[in-house]
């Protein structure tokens, strides 16, 4: 019945020492207060051993140690609610935390040990006690003969199933790894004897099996150490060490926060997105400890998820040990450190930014993506967070830059944050409205990844400047006057388009002048908040919904196109409708939209070409 409620049961290793550390704090703190307790911390410890032919596996305390009072209170009541979570499995909630529901740490250790014994003495008392159970059918107490004070616990274990090993913990090499992964920080030495083969004194090459003690866990944790004390070569290599990565962190983060919750944080922000971080594989999350003491790997909940790329660790003496994935969720110390943390990360993250541009624009390169699916996703909640994070190319620097940056820039007349959207750099190069607001001076923001469009349409503006698509119809850097002199070319020529509408059935809604097009004969601009790369983007998509953007076809009046059209509207009408038709497939061409009716298209062309 143990055996299926608790899923990883290798931790009933540092639950174990986890109890013996608390019991040696008790006695420390005693010899602190009280004058007749003469001892000191260097002479409190923890044993580990095992015995591979007696199947057992001890670990012994010189802490406070237990009466039978205390035996039959502390651990008999737990064995009373081993009952209760026979009752709760068979109700079928397996995968409820009886750790955390029950604060039954000792008893986890019955998911390795069919039998457990307890041999516990009192400090300052003269009797010790032995403790035996089952895990099933209660447990006994009677005296004992051991002569220190503390406790031993001696772990039977279970024999081998063809499904679990049990014996693997009998040995060496797996409880030190054991302790290194889940007590390597508790404050005491955490000491077992250790076999190694040593040359035999006066032989060449004959050896021996000696035992020598060794300390196996490093006691002090890097990130309780004084900031002052650690290099920089100790934090990288703790990072490299612990995350499996080859390259060291961009940037190490620590902090200590007292106050209403007080915690340590050691973090890095890695110098390259790991090989499965754009994969649901990918988990995120800190590493939490209870004052020294490892609970939870991941703990996902400290990392929101457009910082997830963060590695790294909390620890915290005002989180409960016995706390579960389930009691987490409401845990308000939980929510607080990790509201600090984000705090923490932005500002680091902004430091970067202002101090080490080259590396955080390789940060960006590998996480801005991330950054930007955070300021759109939860319909823009967090968009005050990670506004001032993200960057694009920008058409006159020539390089990434921030909405600050380019808003620092801005013309006195310019209301508007100018933005063009394309699949890479060259290509919105050749968008034609991009030449003209360009030779006005503008600076352009380039859209390049299919997430950047929604992303500014999520925060609306920066600064009180609303971003404007360059190809959407209500762009215009003209002056009154030019303004006012295409106006009435329009009216002019209002029966000619109309006409031409009419050849292109429902696609477009509108076919006008503009003078925005330098060279270029004609392009299509957008009415409203679809914009052309957004129809391209969700229409990719393979779902059933496709959307269209109202579209505009707009016409270069200094272009000589435009007579031409002017002409061929008093005296050809037929072949106004083949140019229309054809100006509007190229239209849609350069901006990169399909070409619904190509062979009708390329019939045309060929047809005009040879009159
Ligand atoms: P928890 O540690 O969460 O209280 P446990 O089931 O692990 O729950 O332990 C129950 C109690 O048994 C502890 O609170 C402690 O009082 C006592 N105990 C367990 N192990 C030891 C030990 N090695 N020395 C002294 N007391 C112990």
């Not at 030495?189 to 035992?211: H, N, Q, R």
């Not at 940060?363 to 993200?390: A, R, S």
Request: contains cysteine; proline residues 2%; glycine residues 4%.
């Amino acid at each position: 019945m143990i055996n299926s409620i608790y899923t990883n049961k290798e931790i009933f290793l540092r639950e174990l020492i986890s109890n013996a550390s608390d019991a040696i704090d008790k006695l420390y703190y005693r010899s602190l207060t009280d004058r007749n307790v003469k001892l000191k911390k260097e002479d409190f410890k923890i044993d580990l051993g095992f015995n591979k032919d007696e199947r057992t596996i001890t670990v012994t305390d010189n802490g406070i140690g237990m009466n039978v009072e205390e035996l039959e209170k502390n651990l008999g009541t737990i064995a009373e609610s081993g009952t209760e979570m026979f009752r709760l499995e068979n109700e079928k909630k397996k995968d409820i935390d009886v750790i955390g529901q029950f604060g039954v740490g000792f008893y986890s250790a019955f998911m390795v040990a069919k039998e457990i014994e307890v041999i516990s003495k009192k400090y300052g008392e003269a009797k010790a006690y032995i403790w035996k159970s089952d895990g099933a059918d209660g447990y006994t107490i009677t005296e004992a003969n051991y002569d220190s004070y503390g406790t031993k616990i001696i772990l039977h274990l279970k024999d081998d199933t063809e499904e679990i090993n049990y014996s693997e913990y009998l040995d060496q090499y797996k409880l030190e790894t054991l302790v290194k992964k889940y007590s390597n920080y508790i404050t005491y030495p955490i000491i077992m004897m250790k076999k190694t083969s040593k040359l035999k004194a006066g032989t060449k090459d004959e050896y021996e099996d000696v035992f020598e003690e060794e300390t196996l866990n490093s006691m002090v944790p890097i990130w309780k150490k004084n900031k002052n004390e650690v290099s920089d070569d100790d934090y990288n290599h703790f990072y490299t060490d612990t995350y499996h990565d080859y390259e060291d962190p961009a940037r190490v983060i620590t902090s200590s926060v007292e106050g209403m919750t007080s915690y340590k944080s050691l973090m890095f922000i890695p110098n390259h997105a790991a090989y499965d971080y754009y994969t649901k594989e990918y988990e995120k999350g800190l590493a939490l400890y209870s004052n020294g003491v490892l609970i939870m790997e991941k703990c996902e909940k400290l990392l929101p998820d457009y910082f997830s790329f963060v590695k790294g660790l909390v620890d915290s003496e005002d989180i409960s040990l016995n706390i579960s994935r389930e009691t987490l969720q409401e845990d308000h110390q939980v929510e607080l450190i990790a509201k600090s943390i984000e705090k923490k990360i932005k500002k680091e993250l902004e430091e970067m930014l202002e101090e080490d541009r080259e590396k955080y624009d390789n940060f960006f390169k590998n996480f801005g993506m991330q950054l930007k699916f955070g300021v759109y996703n939860n319909f823009g909640m967090n968009k005050d967070i990670l506004k001032d994070l993200i960057m694009f190319y920008s058409s006159t620097e020539e390089k990434l830059v921030t909405l600050k940056e380019y808003v620092s820039r801005m013309k006195d007349a310019q209301d508007k944050i100018y933005y063009a959207c394309g699949e890479s750099i060259a290509k919105i190069n050749t968008l034609p409205q991009v030449e003209s607001i360009k030779d006005k001076g503008y600076e352009i923001l380039y859209l390049t990844e299919y997430v950047d469009e929604f992303c500014l349409q999520v925060l609306m503006e920066y600064e009180g400047k609303k971003f404007a698509n360059i190809c959407s119809e209500d762009v215009n850097v003209d002056s009154e006057e030019e303004k006012k002199e295409l106006e009435e070319k329009n009216k002019n020529n209002s029966e000619m388009f109309k006409e031409m509408l009419g050849f292109l059935k429902d696609d477009i809604k509108e076919i006008r002048y503009t003078n925005k097009l330098k060279n270029h004969p004609v392009c299509l601009s957008t009415k409203g908040n679809v914009s052309v790369e957004m129809e391209k983007v969700i229409n990719a998509m393979p779902t059933d919904e496709k959307i269209s953007s109202e579209k505009i076809l707009e016409i270069n009046e200094s272009h000589p196109i435009a007579e031409k059209l002017e002409n061929l509207y008093k005296n050809d009408k037929e072949l106004l409708e083949e140019y229309t038709k054809i100006l509007y497939a190229e239209a849609r061409l350069i901006e990169g939209l399909p070409v619904e009716n190509q062979s009708e298209i390329s019939e045309l062309i060929c047809k005009v070409l040879s009159k």
